[in-house]
């Protein structure tokens, strides 16, 4: 896993929900990359001891927690749509669509009401989007290209900002040529773990 300059880079700042300008593009956190499908222990960030977060983190079999940063108090995480080769099997190995060098995609681990802003890149060969599916956020951020946002274009990047309100355990899929981009492996985990004990929630193991 590649984390290099991954808390270095420039305020962000304002950023529109629309394609990436080169300006903005200078300011986005490098994409972190996964080439191995081997199970991942937890991601902790850098420079804090313990855990460093007010939760349990999810082990993803399989699978691994994309890196976030801090930036002037948002949660800033970088995904790459693009084609990836996956080994299924001892000398099996499968092209595929999927996020950061993997499908499925990283496991995004967040907090009740922490706000996120999450930049997707494309380099898939055709226009994608992300639905994050189960999320309570504004209906420009939801997804659904051509219906609330414009496609993002390949080479394109696109910025979704909005605040995790609802605990639970989601994924995210797109929604742009999705009977094709879901079958090739375009998916992945979100976890927004509750701020604090929930009446409704039981603990659970979700390892």
């Known amino acids: 896993m590649n984390r290099r300059n991954w808390l270095t880079g420039a305020a962000v700042g304002a950023v529109a929900a629309t394609s990436v300008s080169r300006v903005a593009l200078a300011a986005i956190p490098e994409p972190v990359q996964q080439t191995s499908a081997n199970t991942a222990p937890p991601w902790t960030p850098p420079g804090v001891t313990g855990a460093g977060r007010p939760y349990n983190p999810v082990v993803t079999l399989n699978g691994w927690t994309a890196p976030w940063r801090m930036n002037?108090?948002?949660?800033?995480?970088?995904?790459?749509?693009?084609?990836?080769?996956?080994?299924?099997?001892?000398?099996?190995?499968?092209?595929?669509?999927?996020?950061?060098?993997?499908?499925?995609?990283?496991?995004?681990?967040v907090v009740e009401g922490d706000q996120v802003r999450i930049y997707v890149t494309n380099r898939l060969p055709e226009h994608t989007t992300i639905h994050?599916?189960?999320?309570?956020?504004?209906?420009?951020?939801?997804?659904?290209?051509?219906?609330?946002?414009p496609q993002i274009p390949v080479g394109k990047t696109f910025v979704y900002e909005f605040t995790a309100r609802r605990p639970g355990t989601f994924m995210y899929h797109p929604h742009a040529d999705e009977m094709v981009q879901m079958a090739m492996g375009m998916m992945g985990f979100w976890v927004t773990h509750p701020k604090a004990k929930h009446p409704l929630i039981e603990d659970v193991q979700r390892d």
């Open 72 to 109: 002037a108090g948002v949660k800033e995480f970088h995904l790459v749509a693009e084609p990836v080769v996956r080994e299924m099997a001892p000398g099996f190995m499968v092209n595929m669509w999927g996020y950061n060098g993997q499908s499925p995609g990283p496991t995004i681990e």
């Open 132 to 149: 994050w599916h189960g999320q309570r956020l504004p209906n420009g951020m939801d997804g659904v290209g051509g219906l609330n946002q």
